[in-house]
């Protein structure tokens, strides 16, 4: 079975920091990975994804992703942290074609001004 | 492009009660899937619905059930409302041939006492 893992559960930054957000998943065939963030009292959004391709993807409001096949990873990055990325982020994956999002518990973020 | 709808915002029963959920997706997505998400469980697929049909099924016992229709609308059902039922109940949706990019709606905050 696919399983994800996060591997803060809070962060807390200060504004202009670097943000680094550990995923890593099990599961050994081709899988389809997500970044989601919840803003406070807002429901889920995309942040970034990856299919296929290079496996550094760029998503919204400055955030990237790199996939790392051999260490089964897919870290959520952004150079400078605002105050406004106070939110939770949650990494997901599914199984090409697959149909079930399989999501980490979650790693909060507050980033303070 | 109106987003996922949900309704209600939220709910409040007691144990042993049937609570009934309500999901609308974007225009032109058929499928429709649930997910809930409880607190120190992160979030947990529930079904998938497409072309009225239930195609998954997350690992939740028969309790929770439900179904779509014609317009591709959803509600899930959940009977005997048992206290860990309680939790933020969200639905997204994507078209039929992009399973994998779901979008999300507000959720449903349903607390049973």
């Known amino acids: 079975a696919q399983s994800v893992s996060q591997h803060n559960h809070h962060v807390i930054l200060s504004e202009a920091a670097s943000l680094e957000l550990g995923c890593n998943y099990s599961?050994?065939?081709?899988?389809?990975l997500f970044w989601y963030v919840q803003y406070p009292g807002q429901h889920l959004q995309l942040l970034l994804k990856?299919?296929?391709?290079?496996?550094l993807v760029k998503g919204i409001k400055g955030f990237e992703a790199e996939f790392i096949k051999s260490k089964f990873s897919f870290n959520l990055r952004k150079p400078s942290v605002q105050w406004s990325d106070t939110a939770e982020y949650f990494c997901?994956?599914?199984?090409?074609?697959?149909?079930?999002?399989?999501f980490g518990a979650g790693t909060i973020l507050r980033v303070k001004s | 492009e109106a987003g996922v709808t949900q309704s209600p915002t939220h709910l409040i029963k007691t144990r042993g009660q049937q609570v009934t959920l309500r999901c609308s997706p974007i225009?032109?997505?058929?499928?429709v899937y649930w997910y809930q998400q409880a607190l120190g469980l992160g979030l947990q697929f529930l079904l998938w619905?497409?072309?009225?049909?239930?195609?998954n099924r997350g690992n939740f016992p028969p309790r929770f059930s439900g179904r779509q229709f014609p317009n591709y609308s959803s509600e899930l059902n959940v009977n005997a409302l048992e206290l860990e039922d309680s939790a933020l109940y969200l639905c997204?949706?994507?078209?039929?041939?992009?399973?994998?990019?779901?979008?999300f709606g507000p959720g449903t905050r349903l607390t049973v006492l």
């Open positions: 619905y497409d072309e009225g049909e239930e195609r």
């Open positions: 599961y050994g065939g081709t899988v389809n």
């Open positions: 990856y299919f296929s391709g290079d496996p």
């Open positions: 997204a949706s994507s078209l039929a041939d992009r399973v994998h990019e779901q979008f």
């Open positions: 997901a994956v599914n199984a090409q074609y697959g149909n079930k999002l399989v």
């Open positions: 225009s032109g997505h058929t499928s």
